[in-house]
C-alpha cells in the first residue's frame, strides 16, 4: 500500500542531517507526507502533538536516548499501539533486546537501505 | 641461622589457629602464662629447648616459628586460598607450607599475580571493546556517515524521478559526507595505533626482551668498544622482569663474542665493498655467515648502505629475536607464515638459502633474503645438533632484476589475506576480500 492512498505521515526523530534528507526524499516520493525532528529532549511531545502514522526514532539522540523516549510514549495508553520503527548503529543482540524491551515495532540497524525504510513504513501503517 | 624479631607472633598465630588458649600453651611448656605473653609479643627472646618444646605442642617445625617465611608471601597464599575456597586449601599449615617448600610457595604466589595481571588486561581489553566511548563514537559516526552516503547514492543510482535540484543536493550531500568518513576513519586509525601499545604489554620475557631491543635500535656501542657486558645489562634491562632479563643476558652474551670475533673497523670496509652480503661477506672476511647476518643487524644506521631486517628461530620454529623492515613486518609472537625460507633453511641446513621474497599486500615491495640455519652450540659426542635457523632480509641487490612470478609470503596466518594457502594453519582474522 503506498502512503498517498493512506495519506500516511511519518515523523522521522534524527539528528543527521543528510540521512534526514534522504530518507524524507525517499518516503515523501512514495507520497508520505514527512516531518523530522532532531532533538531527543523533548520528542516525545513532538510524537503527542504531530500524532503521526508512523515514527522512525534514531536511538542516538540528543538530549535523551531513543529507548527512554519510546518507554514513555508506551506508558501512555494513546501511543502503546503506535508503529514504531527504531534506528540503531550497533546490531548487537543486546541492542536489539533493548528494543523489544522498550516496546519497538521494527528495529534496523544502520546502515540500511531506503528499499528497506520504505518496506517497514509500509509494513508498519498497513498493521 | 639468624632469627628474626617475630618469633613470638609466629607462635601467637599458631597457638590461636589451633585454638589454644595462652595459659593451656604455657602450662604444657613449663612457663608461666606473663611469661608466654611477653613471648608472645616479641618482647621477651626464645629460643633452644623452650623454642623445641613449644614447636613440638603447636606441631610444627621449630624453623616454621624461628624463620617463618615472608610476611608479603604467607599474605599472597592465603589471597590465593581465599580465591578458590572450594579448593579447601590447608590455610592452619600455610607457614610449614611456604617454610618447608619456599620456592613452591614462591611459585604459587608468582603464579596468582600473573593470573590477576592478565585478567586485568583482559578487562581492560573487554572494557575497551564494549565500553571505549571514543572507539563506540567514532564506529557510530562512521556507520551514520555510510548510512546517510548509502541512503543518498541509492537515490541516484536506482530508478525513480530525481528532479536536478534535489540530484544535485544528494551529489553535495555525498561529497561532504564523503570527506567526513575519510577523516573519521583516519581519526580511528590514530587512536588504535597510539593504544596499541598501552593496555597489552603485559607480555611474556620474550616480549620484554624483543621491546627492549626495538627500543636500543638493536645495537649496543657498550660492548662494541671493549665489552662492558654490566653496563649494557644495567642500560638496556632497565625495568625488565628476572626472565626477560636472563633473555637479555643470553643475547648480550653472544653479542658480545659476536662483536670481538668481527669488530666494527673489520667489518665496515668489507660492507662497504661487498654490501650486506652475508655470502660475499663471509668469503672475503673468513667469517661465519650466521654471525655476519648478526653483525649486519646490529651495525648502526649510518654504518649500512641499506636497512637489513633479521629473524631468528630455534628448531621448534618460535622466533627468538626479530628486527623487521617497513616492508618486511614480523609476528610480535610465536611463529611466522611458514613459507619464510627461514623455516626452508631449517631442513637444508647449512646452506645459504639466497632469494627474492615478498610479502603479500605490501605495496609489492621485492626484497631479498638469506637463510641459514646452523647449530646452536658445537658438535657434539653421539647427540644430534640442534639447529636454530637465521634470515637476513634486505633490499633487492644492486643489478638484481625482481622476477615476474614470486611466490608472496605473510606475516603469520592470522593477519594474511591469502585465501588459498597451503601453509594456513590457523583463520585469517581478516575480512575475506571476496564477497
Known amino acids: 500500500m503506498r502512503g498517498e492512498d493512506m495519506g500516511g505521515q511519518v515523523l522521522l526523530i534524527e539528528d543527521e542531517p543528510n540521512i534526514i534528507e534522504a530518507i524524507r526524499f525517499i518516503l515523501s516520493r512514495d507520497g508520505w507526507q514527512v516531518h523530522t525532528h532532531s532533538n531527543g529532549t523533548d520528542a516525545a511531545q513532538i510524537v503527542r502533538d504531530r500524532a503521526p502514522d508512523v515514527v522512525i526514532l534514531d536511538v542516538m539522540l540528543p538530549g535523551r536516548s531513543g529507548y527512554d523516549i519510546l518507554r514513555e510514549l508506551r506508558e501512555d495508553p494513546a501511543h502503546s499501539d503506535l508503529p514504531v520503527l527504531m534506528l540503531t548503529a550497533r546490531g548487537q543482540s543486546k541492542d536489539r533486546e533493548m528494543a523489544e524491551r522498550a516496546g519497538a515495532s521494527r528495529f534496523m540497524t544502520k546502515p540500511f537501505s531506503n528499499a528497506e525504510v520504505l518496506d517497514a513504513v509500509r509494513a508498519l501503517s498497513a498493521q | ?222 660492548l662494541e668498544a671493549g665489552a662492558d657486558l654490566d653496563a649494557a645489562l644495567a642500560k638496556l634491562g632497565r625495568g625488565l622482569s628476572g626472565p626477560a632479563r636472563g633473555l637479555l643476558r643470553g643475547w648480550l652474551d653472544r653479542y658480545a663474542s659476536d662483536a670481538e670475533a668481527l669488530p666494527l673497523d673489520r667489518l665496515r670496509p668489507a660492507v662497504e665493498e661487498h654490501g650486506p652480503d652475508p655470502a660475499a661477506l663471509s668469503a672475503a672476511l673468513g667469517a661465519d655467515p650466521a654471525r655476519i647476518m648478526r653483525r649486519l643487524a646490529a651495525m648502526p644506521p649510518e654504518d649500512l648502505p641499506t636497512p637489513v631486517g633479521l629473524a631468528i628461530c630455534d628448531s621448534s620454529g618460535v622466533l627468538t629475536y626479530r628486527k623487521p623492515l617497513p616492508d618486511f613486518p614480523m609476528p610480535r609472537f610465536g611463529a611466522a607464515c611458514p613459507l619464510w625460507p627461514l623455516y626452508r633453511a631449517l631442513s637444508r641446513p647449512h646452506v645459504i638459502l639466497a632469494g627474492p621474497v615478498m610479502q603479500v599486500g605490501r605495496s609489492g615491495a621485492v626484497l631479498w633474503a638469506d637463510a641459514l640455519a646452523t647449530p646452536q652450540a658445537g658438535p657434539a659426542v653421539n647427540a644430534d645438533p640442534l639447529y636454530q635457523a637465521q634470515m637476513l632480509v634486505r633490499p633487492l641487490p644492486q643489478g638484481t632484476e625482481p622476477p615476474a612470478t614470486l611466490p608472496q609470503l605473510g606475516v603469520a596466518c592470522r593477519v594474511c589475506p591469502r585465501e588459498s594457502c597451503e601453509g594456513r594453519r590457523e583463520p585469517s582474522i581478516l575480512a575475506s576480500t571476496r564477497r
Do not use: C
Open chain 2, 1 to 222: 641461622m639468624p632469627r628474626d624479631t617475630l618469633t613470638g607472633s609466629r607462635i601467637r598465630e599458631r597457638r590461636v589457629l589451633r585454638g589454644m588458649k595462652q595459659a593451656d600453651l604455657a602450662r604444657k611448656a613449663g612457663i608461666s602464662a606473663s611469661y608466654l605473653n611477653l613471648i608472645e609479643h616479641n618482647r621477651r627472646r626464645i629460643g633452644g629447648k623452650l623454642l623445641l618444646s613449644i614447636a613440638e605442642i603447636l606441631r610444627v617445625e621449630p624453623a616454621a616459628l624461628t624463620e617463618g617465611a615472608g610476611a608479603a608471601l604467607i599474605a599472597s597464599l592465603r589471597e590465593a586460598a581465599a580465591d578458590m575456597p572450594q579448593v579447601s586449601a590447608e590455610l592452619d599449615r600455610v607457614d610449614e607450607f611456604a617454610g618447608r617448600f619456599p620456592g613452591w610457595a614462591q611459585l604459587l604466589a608468582d603464579s596468582r599475580t600473573r593470573v590477576a595481571q592478565l585478567e586485568r588486561s583482559l578487562e581492560t581489553l573487554n572494557d575497551r571493546m564494549t565500553h571505549d566511548p571514543h572507539l563506540a563514537a567514532s564506529l557510530h559516526e562512521m556507520l551514520s556517515t555510510v548510512t546517510a552516503i548509502r541512503s543518498a547514492a541509492s537515490i541516484l543510482a536506482e530508478p525513480g524521478e530525481v528532479d536536478a535540484e534535489w540530484q544535485a543536493r544528494f551529489h553535495r550531500n555525498i561529497y561532504e559526507d564523503s570527506a567526513r568518513l575519510a577523516e573519521t576513519s583516519r581519526g580511528l586509525v590514530t587512536y588504535l595505533e597510539a593504544d596499541e601499545s598501552s593496555p597489552l604489554e603485559t607480555g611474556a620475557p620474550q616480549e620484554e626482551l624483543d621491546a627492549a631491543l626495538e627500543k636500543a635500535g638493536h645495537t649496543v656501542p657498550e
